[in-house]
């Protein structure tokens, strides 16, 4: 394997969130500049953002409008962020998957973990959240430091435990001259 920056290479998508840890003002405020300064087509920043911090107002509405099965583990995370992208061309959705990857790595870089969700009510958030017309809800993002993977439900324990994996390079590339310029 090529050799990564540890902020890539140990960064790690947790279903197991101490429940009693907070995001500091501070550790939220880091993560939502890493976003802001993710690169964007034409520099359209077309990504906005609604964060709830466990128990408030935001994150109820946003953790009811997840399914039932990833609210067991998502009520746990220290906050709940909504990554929504103004309408408009179908980059906007990739911009905003930029911006929360940066977003992910500054986490890494502060010891805090990120799952995100894509299996989410949309129509419930925008309603809830009073989204305004031109946003979309996109994805969910679960943050907080890590858990008690023994505090899961038993059906989440096995996939929290086991190794994790990737599909190797070779299978990702989708021309031979391609996987012959990394071999």
């Not at 953790?63 to 906050?79: F, G, H, I, Y």
């Not at 799952?115 to 017309?133: I, V």
């Not at 979309?136 to 907080?144: L, Q, S």
């Amino acid at each position: 394997m090529a050799d990564l920056t540890p902020l890539l290479a140990f960064r790690w998508s947790p279903r197991s969130f101490d429940p009693v840890a907070e995001l500091s003002r501070e550790d939220a405020s880091a993560l939502l500049e890493a976003a802001r300064w993710a690169p964007s087509a034409g520099n359209a920043q077309p990504w906005r953002f609604a964060l709830g911090h466990r128990d408030d107002e935001t994150f109820k509405r946003i953790l009811v409008n997840l399914p039932e099965a990833d609210q067991r583990w998502a009520q746990r995370a220290a906050a709940l962020l909504l990554g929504a992208h103004r309408t408009g061309p179908a980059g906007h959705a990739y911009d905003l998957g930029q911006a929360v990857a940066h977003l992910t790595v500054q986490a890494t870089a502060l010891g805090l973990h990120v799952r995100q969700l894509h299996d989410l009510d949309h129509t419930g958030l925008a309603a809830d959240l009073d989204l305004p017309a031109d946003v979309r809800p996109h994805v969910v993002a679960a943050v907080g430091q890590l858990g008690d993977p023994l505090s899961l439900p038993a059906d989440l324990l096995r996939s929290e435990t086991g190794l994790r994996r990737r599909l190797p390079l070779a299978d990702l590339l989708l021309t031979s001259q391609a996987a012959k310029c990394v071999s």
